[in-house]
């Protein structure tokens, strides 16, 4: 073709991309809301009350509570869950004084000699210690040993007071419970002085073992003697 014709001669112009769509400014606006929108309520659920996350964190404390229960009930029922009895309380104490007091001895056991010749020896045991008196009757006595009627010595009791009494055992001396319990059961005012054991209460209220060693028709008879207060 001629360049008369005005013909463009030239390499033509290669195909041209096509036309991006323009966005609109409004779009890129939602974008910027809606994006802290949703941080935000993604925060608030994660941090409410009944979350999991929350829940593992209550339940803790729950479970040291319900411990320290289980532990104050051990405590209060026995040593490492055992019963509250105690089996160290529960038993009887053994040991001497703990039941019920022992009778204090107030003198003896002593033996000491009385005259048993005519009307004999009065004797007062509640006095420190045993007042002996001889052919006389001192006030207070408690017991006379005496060989007046002609034959034994036998023991009395003045004004007939009921106060004496064989003790119910026989072989080991009596105790001072058993004493008070043979007179308060037996109470008489003369038994025989024979060789053995007697028990006495006093006009204070002692309790006296007696114990006859010897006693002859005249003479000092041996007599062992154990008082208690």
Known sequence: MSADNGAFTGTPPGPQPPHQPHQPRWAWWVVGIVIPLVGIIVTVLVSRPDSSGDKSVAQAPAQSSAAAGSTDAHRSSGTDGSSGANPAADQPSTEPGKGAQAAKAAFGPEVFRADT???GSYIDFDTAEPLVVANSTPKGADVIISASTGGAPDLFVPDSR????PPAGSGAAPTAEECAESVERNATYTLP???GDFCLTTTEGRTVHLKVLTAPPAG????EVTVWA
Do not use: G, P, V, W
């Not at 009921?162 to 009494?165: F, I, N, R, T, V």
């Not at 000092?220 to 007599?223: D, H, N, Q, S, V």
């Open 162 to 165: 009921m106060a004496l009494a």
């Open 117 to 119: 010749t005519n009307s």
């Open 220 to 223: 000092l008879a041996k007599l």
């Open 193 to 195: 002085a024979t060789r």
